[in-house]
């Protein structure tokens, strides 16, 4: 789901409620409130924290003027070729603009130039995001460098695959600026509330093709910590958490999608296992959903149908209220059955440790909470298996330690000459209590990315700061999105 990066903050917040938000999300101001900056697509902030237009590159005034080594307008040399595209599928190459707005050189559209994962920035994954629009429409915007915002693919219903930028550059398309520059953003034209119609059989098998093709390239996992929708995408600070997207959302079909893949979700350890995997039967697992419309704010329970999620509740019944979170509901009211309500869902392929066993129901350690659900639903069977691997808690005499959102390096890891601004490591408001554990595939390093301007001018730009080798995080599925920790502050335990 796309983002305008807009070109003033009045703008910005004009338009927020209208453009920003896609149309289910304006339908529920109580869990959706009107998207801040820092969570559109290009997720660049500056040294404090604060979201990065290109005015604010260097303090509040713009870049001065002076001539480009990248004239503007120019094509990027660099534009995607059918070298993007797997062998067997149709694909057709639509460039992102990659040109100047304004004399500023900071001032461009519609991504950065780099040269993954050759120059250190890993691709870990990718990211599936839906259009909320037509295939015209989301090109048109890819190609308007006005729009800054772009993704690496797109694919339409017939399973074509349009190749908007090279997976070797940055896409603005995750609103976290750390995950864009480890990940392939890939878009599929269609709309979350209508998902079980718009995303179709040759949708779902390019998309599958592409991302296993996309993984023997560069090296990534095929599990749902590394394919990932945009829902699943933290909040890179508190201020961006409310209005993350949530897209794909409830009907991308998660086990056919993974199956695909080659990839299914299979059960790794017996009915005792400390963790489990989310896999509720496709065809049976049709809970309530509902949308909300944006101007009369009626809500409507839109038509059963097959999802990819269970609800969590804060005990072990059918009439305890859903789990909440602080984010989107401010005031301590319980999640909802909300499209866009993200508070109280785990996914398809998601894996927690498990807290707590009552009868039929499971508790998994999420957000902090314990959320609980049924571990079988009839007549669908079980809604979980059982899983090994290993999962973090807090080290040892440690009451509590902080969550993060990214993975930045501390600032003794940037340049002495103050050439990059240093990125504040900023905890989000959530907290992992002694006792709890969370699952996760293994420690990453810290990085921070650094793309300023179109023409590379000010000293060190378009490099990245890496962090030493004991400056390092732990991904975590930590409630519907993932999360960071440092390794410093967990001890990690291989579950059997």
Request: charge should be negative; glycine fraction near 8%.
């Amino acid at each position: 789901m796309r983002r305008l990066r807009l070109g003033s903050i009045a703008a910005a917040l004009a338009l927020a409620a209208s453009v920003l938000v896609p149309a289910a999300a304006q339908a529920n101001p109580a869990s959706a409130p009107a998207v801040p900056l820092a969570s559109l697509s290009s997720g660049k902030t500056d040294a404090a924290g604060n979201p990065l237009d290109h005015w604010a590159t260097r303090g509040a005034a713009p870049l001065a003027a002076s001539p480009l080594t990248t004239p503007a307008g120019s094509a990027a040399p660099d534009d995607p070729t059918m070298a993007d595209c797997p062998p067997g599928l149709h694909c057709v190459i639509v460039p992102a603009a990659y040109r100047l707005n304004s004399a500023d050189p900071s001032d461009y559209g519609n991504y950065d130039k780099a040269n993954r994962p050759a120059d250190g920035n890993k691709i870990t994954g990718v990211v599936i995001h839906d259009t909320e629009g037509t295939l015209q429409s989301a090109l048109a915007e890819f190609q308007n460098p006005l729009a800054y915002v772009s993704a690496h693919y797109v694919i339409d219903s017939d399973g074509t695959i349009y190749i908007v930028v090279s997976p070797h550059n940055i896409g603005w398309q995750a609103g976290n600026w750390y995950l864009n520059v480890h990940t392939v953003g890939i878009e599929h034209v269609g709309h979350a509330i209508s998902g079980a119609t718009d995303y179709t059989s040759a949708m779902y098998n390019s998309s599958a093709t592409l991302v296993r093709w996309l993984s023997s390239n560069y090296g990534f996992s095929l599990d749902r910590q590394h394919v990932i929708g945009h829902d699943n995408v933290p909040g890179p600070t508190q201020i961006s958490v409310a209005g993350m997207h949530w897209d794909p959302a409830a009907f991308w079909n998660w086990d056919r999608y993974m199956a695909l893949m080659g990839a299914p979700i299979r059960p790794t350890a017996g009915p005792e296992a400390k963790l489990v995997t989310i896999t509720p039967n496709w065809a049976t697992n049709q809970p309530v959903v509902t949308s909300c419309d944006s101007t009369t704010h009626v809500c409507t329970t839109l038509p059963r149908q097959s999802a990819n999620f269970v609800y969590l509740r804060q005990a072990p019944s059918e009439t305890a209220p859903l789990l909440t979170d602080l984010a989107i509901h401010s005031d301590g009211s319980p999640g909802t059955t909300h499209i866009d309500d993200w508070s109280a869902t785990a996914d398809y392929g998601q894996t927690f440790a498990i807290a707590d066993r009552q009868g039929p129901w499971l508790a998994i350690w999420y957000g902090g909470q314990k959320g609980w659900f049924r571990q079988f639903n009839l007549p669908g069977g079980f809604t979980v298996m059982g899983s090994s691997g290993q999962f973090i808690t807090p080290r040892a005499g440690l009451t509590s330690i902080p969550v993060y959102g990214r993975a930045y390096p501390a600032a003794s890891a940037y340049p002495a000459d103050g050439s990059i601004p240093v990125q504040s490591v900023v905890p989000l408001n959530y907290t992992i209590a002694a006792g709890q554990s969370y699952s996760t595939t293994g420690a990453v390093g810290s990085d921070y990315g650094y793309y300023w301007t179109i023409d590379s001018r000010l000293p060190n730009d378009h490099t990245t700061v890496f962090g030493p080798a004991s400056d390092r995080y732990y991904p975590i599925q930590f409630n519907h999105r993932l999360a960071y920790v440092k390794a410093s502050d967990v001890q990690m335990i291989g579950a059997r």
